[in-house]
């Protein structure tokens, strides 16, 4: 399957000292030019509220679909994955959000 930069997926995270894995939410950063790889770049989502200077809200009034709970970003929680391990899309950031979001990453560094 294709993504977008912007779509929301349900990827396997593992467990602390463990081998099982919960789904979790996570949303690609990537370009087109590396999502048309094997692998995709993800920033993890998480719904517990964070004030730092790390987490991006995502409003639910720039989603396609409203997630369950209120969440953020954890922009410098980055990490690869092979698109075939990922579970299902479930929600899109529209293209005002991809731009902020990239625009919180990109000040990171």
């Not at 709970?69 to 990922?86: D, G, P």
């Not at 899309?89 to 991809?98: P, T």
Request: proline letters at 5%; one cysteine or more; aromatic letters at 8%.
């Amino acid at each position: 399957m294709n993504y977008d930069q912007g779509d929301i997926v349900l990827v396997p995270f593992p467990f602390t000292m463990g081998t099982s894995a919960k789904p979790r939410p996570a949303i690609v950063v990537s370009n087109s030019i590396v999502n048309k790889t094997q692998d995709v770049i993800l920033a993890q989502i998480t719904s517990k509220p964070r004030k730092d200077l790390f987490s991006y809200v995502l409003d639910s009034d720039k989603l396609s679909d409203s997630l369950n709970l209120a969440s953020q970003v954890r922009c410098h929680k980055i990490f690869i994955i092979e698109k075939s391990t990922i579970y299902k899309k479930i929600s899109k950031l529209n293209d005002e959000g991809i731009t902020e979001l990239k625009s919180k990453i990109f000040s990171l560094f």
